[in-house]
């Protein structure tokens, strides 16, 4: 155990250092990008070359793929059924893992999701209802809180209005890409909120702070780095609607808070067999 320990810190600390270095390395390198773009002035047809021929690279590497994996219609099936497989176990070989196609159970949980979307469309089943509604329409013994989809599982529980002012909400750093678009940080900062923003339809990002608070980072750099440009300046009843609108947000949301507070409360008193704890915070 002592030797499994050791092996463990000196891995930890190789794992530090090299994420260090990545992350120093992804903070210069749109600097870098930046002043190589200025140095080395493509004209438009030099362009079009080079983007034509990065076309053709990659429509070819697709074509080969396909080729390979007898055409079209058998990549998809092949993916579908690797995708429904059960993962690889990793505690051997974790490059199993890193290399599998296997959606660890996602179609399952994404089918419950979907199932509470038919059977509550308009309101939803309510904040936090997935996890119950799991537990009485699961078909395997899986003690999951999520539907690992952050949309599905909005949709689920708050219904098409919440699923709108969810998008509306991560929405609002894309509509900044055009006046951005010169700062030399906003490739970067795009790309990271995008990543954000697509792997939290497969995953529960959203409940992982550190992940979270960096996405929206990136985001919030998208809207300083739109601040330079020219934009018209918001009338006084524009903004007065504007902070109604956030103030009464707000309140749902502390109201929302403090049920789902009470909701875990109740929960965890219920389990632990404080029946008078579990009632009280019932009707909080």
Sequence with gaps: ELGSVAAARHDGHLLAVALVALVVGAAFLPVLLDRLRRRVALGPSSRRRAVLALGLIVVGLAVAGLASLGGPGAAVRRAYHAFNAPAPLVKTDTRQRLFSLSGSNRSEYWRVAWREVEDHPWFGGGAGSYQRFWLRHRSADLPVRDAHSLYLETLAELGPLGLALLLCALA???????????????????????????????????????????????????????????????????????????????????????????ETAAADALEGSRLGDAAADARQ
């Design 172 to 262: 609002t750093p894309l509509a900044a890409i055009g006046p951005a678009r010169r700062s030399p940080l906003a490739a970067a900062s795009l790309g990271a909120y995008v990543a954000f923003l697509v792997h939290a339809g497969i995953d529960w990002d959203w409940e992982m702070t550190a992940v979270t608070l960096a996405a929206l980072v990136c985001g919030i750099a998208l809207l300083l780095a739109a601040r330079g440009a020219e934009t018209r300046p918001l009338g006084r009843g524009t903004r007065i609607a504007g902070v109604g609108l956030a103030a009464l947000l707000g309140t749902v949301a502390i109201v929302g808070f403090a049920g789902n507070r009470a």
